[in-house]
């Protein structure tokens, strides 16, 4: 229980959202209970959407915002219940609900089915997450079809149903302080994890025991769950970019890429950092990280607003690409290097995704084929890398070199704010947090 709620920024999302939606009804439900197995669940995590006009972290509920001169805003939830207290904890129930997170009406879930129908009456338009869920679309389904059924006494059913989530992606894209302060906060944490696993990780470990460091650290701030599955990749492993089997044993020699970020109130961090298990890198990886570190710094130059936003993912090929001529890993010119993309047998993917309340957050990059310019308040990763495979047309010093450098980046009125900047990046840096 938290009777301390701030309820005042998803007061102002839910006022955005009416201003939005006018004459109509908006219906936001929260995320399904998931079984693990059998009898036991997945630990809870809400609806994004929901929770960010709510606030509300309890499953089975369901948000309604009734448009027009009788505008309110009604949250559905499970009554209290002192019986299942005693099993599952804490229950806000409809009142205190009500009270604590500044809702007009607060009703038992229960009733939802009972309810809608008559909230639904005389509205054009339907505002809810289509395709959420077969269930979902089949309760709004079978509402809209019990208000069909009261036509005979003169009210009239919503002809639209309208995906909700292109308006909240657009007002998720900017941040507000509250949602700052939060993302400034899983920062500080993943860092500190980052700079423990730097400090703590040796030859003859195995990656899960490193992958245990970082969830220590995470706990102890405060911040129960990750946000993603962590990529804890030693060696070989480094150049398979969605690796999560954390099970070899590191070597000497090794590098050690680490992408990992905690889920602190809601919101996501997202950080990457690469260095030499032993604590020293060897010449050919250092050549190659110095590389990623160009391309990231020349990257963080351009994030500033008004630029597009794939300005710094091209940056990240024109760095790499010339870095990899340079090393000798590719042939050519850069001109022919950037046409012919022959970057991507070492840089596969993109510099970089929006990050918010989920680690690849809501938001369109581009409208009608043209891509986002870049505002105060948007919130984006930075994160170039080089993934050098074994190969024949490769020096073998470089087999087996995967980097990736990672930071969460705030837009600001003149410029970028690096909120993990507190995390070991420079050659100097990262072999001193080693402490070897």
Known sequence: MNALVDSSPYVQRRERLFAAIGDDIAIIPTAPEVLRNRDTGYLYRHDSYFYYLTGFVEPESVLVLVG??????????????????????YRYGPDAAREIFRFDEALPIEKLKEELPKLMADRSAVHTPVGMGAAWDAEI??????????????????????DVRATLDDMRLIKDRHEIDLMRRAAVI???????AMNTARPGQYEYQVEAELSHEFIRHGARTPAYNHIVASGPNACVLHYNDSNRKMQ???????????????????ITRTFPVNGK???????????????????????????????????????????MLDLGLLKGTLDQ???????????MHR????????????GDYRKKGVWQTLQPGMAITNEPGLYIR???????????????????????????????????????????????
């Open 68 to 89: 027009g001169n009788e505008r309110k805003a009604i949250l559905f939830c499970r009554e209290k219940n002192l019986e299942r207290e005693i099993w599952d904890g």
């Open 337 to 347: 290097v950037i046409e012919e993309k022959t970057y991507m047998k070492f840089y």
């Open 390 to 436: 074994p190969d024949k047309d490769v020096p073998e010093h470089f087999w087996n070199i995967g980097i990736r450098i990672e930071d969460d980046v705030l837009i600001t009125a003149t410029g970028n704010e690096n909120m993990t900047i507190t995390t070991p990046k420079t050659v100097a840096e990262v072999e001193a947090a080693c402490g070897r």
């Open 281 to 323: 890198f060897t010449g050919p990886q250092r050549d190659v990280y110095q590389a990623v570190l160009d391309a990231q710094l020349a990257c963080m130059d351009v994030l500033k607003p008004g630029q597009p936003f794939n300005k710094y993912h091209d940056v990240a090929i024109e760095v790499l690409s010339q870095r």
């Open 351 to 362: 510099a970089g995704h929006w990050i918010g309340m989920d680690v690849h957050d809501a």
């Open 141 to 162: 389904a079978a509402a809209i079809n019990a208000v069909r059924n009261m036509s005979r006494t003169g009210v009239s059913a919503p002809n639209s149903v309208i």
């Open 252 to 270: 000497d020699g090794d590098l050690l890429l680490i992408d990992a970020g905690c889920e602190y109130e809601g919101y996501a961090s997202d």
């Open 190 to 196: 993943s860092s500190l994890a980052h700079t423990r």
